[in-house]
């Protein structure tokens, strides 16, 4: 009897603080899923098509090859494998990003030994227009960073100006770093630090640039984003993932999409607020504790609240519910 009622009231506790679902698409897609493929173990960047809806973009972290491949939200599995032929042999492939001209962006710039390579790289691809296993022509471009080499797993392209943007990870903040207004070929683009950021696995701009949002493993933050600048800063609402690796916006804007690494890894949906209407949605302010000491931004703290809160208002009924059990049975 202890046990149902503890686990009674834990199902209840959990249904009353996690409310009522978020209106998605009738056809289920951009629904919370999971990556069925046993092929991707380590999705470690993810972009929400445009041109397919329900679709997302996501690839391996390293030691895969050159592959990116196509999972439908709906079902959770691979409707095709896109093969990247006329580039070399990926090193750190940590991000993908849906730019305003139909391409898809592929940055293989991780350097887990923090600068122990002098440049790094981006490809880039056309979205294609049928989902089907393909090899297609990919453009590589050579990266550096204006103040020296550092690790990155976040690359973002700015919906409306086309602008590439880096965030580089290190435990103590990294940087926001700006390319050039066009990625040239035959020549290194430079990209120099335009801000601070805190610790980040990735990033995603709202669909019409207003907002950026960068990720950690245990929070996340959203930016007023105005002239290629950081703006104003606010905790996101953001789950507590096995090893949380990406996020993207879905293509209307409506919600963000948070994903992680491992076998059959979970992409989880959160809506954000409604207030601001149309593709500049604003996240949901609030998320964990954790996100306003995660690093520099511009001081905003925001409410805590979101699914860490969540986690820990149940574990404490659960804990509750046991210690009434063992009175209970002690009486």
């Known amino acids: 009897m202890r046990s149902y009622l503890t686990v009674s009231g834990a199902a209840a506790l959990l249904l009353l603080l996690a409310g009522s679902a978020p209106a998605v698409a009738d056809d289920g897609a951009d629904r919370s899923f999971t990556i069925e493929d046993p092929r991707i173990t380590e999705s470690s960047g993810l972009a929400a098509s445009r041109a397919h809806p329900g679709i997302y973009w996501t690839h391996n972290d390293s030691d895969d090859g050159p592959y990116v491949y196509a999972v439908d939200s709906r079902t959770g599995k691979t409707v095709a494998t896109i093969t990247m032929k006329g580039v070399g042999e990926p090193r750190d492939v940590e991000a993908i990003s849906l730019g305003p001209d139909g391409n898809l962006y592929v940055g293989d710039i991780g350097d887990n030994l923090n600068g122990s390579w002098d440049h790094v790289w981006i490809y880039r691809f056309p979205e294609p227009k049928q989902l089907k296993d393909a090899t297609v022509s990919a453009t590589q471009f050579d990266v550096k960073y204006a ?23 290190n435990e103590d903040g990294g940087g926001l770093y700006e390319g050039p207004a066009k990625l040239t070929t035959g020549a290194t683009n430079v990209f120099r630090r335009v801000g601070e950021v805190p610790w980040v696995t990735d990033g995603a701009f709202s669909p019409d640039g207003k907002e950026l949002v960068l990720r950690s493993y245990f929070s996340a933050r959203g930016y007023v984003f105005e002239s290629g600048r950081l703006g104003a800063d606010h905790a996101v609402r953001a789950p507590i993932q096995r090893q949380a690796e990406s996020v993207t916006y879905t293509a209307d804007g409506s919600a963000l999409m948070f994903g992680s690494e491992g076998e059959q890894s979970d992409v989880e949906r959160v809506d954000v ?5 149309g593709g500049g949605k604003s996240p949901s302010r609030g998320g964990d504790a954790s996100a306003s000491s995660a690093g520099a931004g511009s001081g905003g703290t925001g409410d805590v609240k979101g699914t860490t809160l969540t986690g820990v208002l149940v574990l404490a009924g659960i804990g509750f519910l046991v210690l009434m059990g063992r009175r209970r049975k002690g009486n």
Request: no cysteine.
């Open 147 to 169: 103040d020296g080499p550092r690790n990155a797993e976040a690359l973002m392209v700015h919906p409306t100006t086309g602008r590439v943007y880096i965030a580089s990870k």
């Open 273 to 277: 607020d409604s207030g601001s209407g």
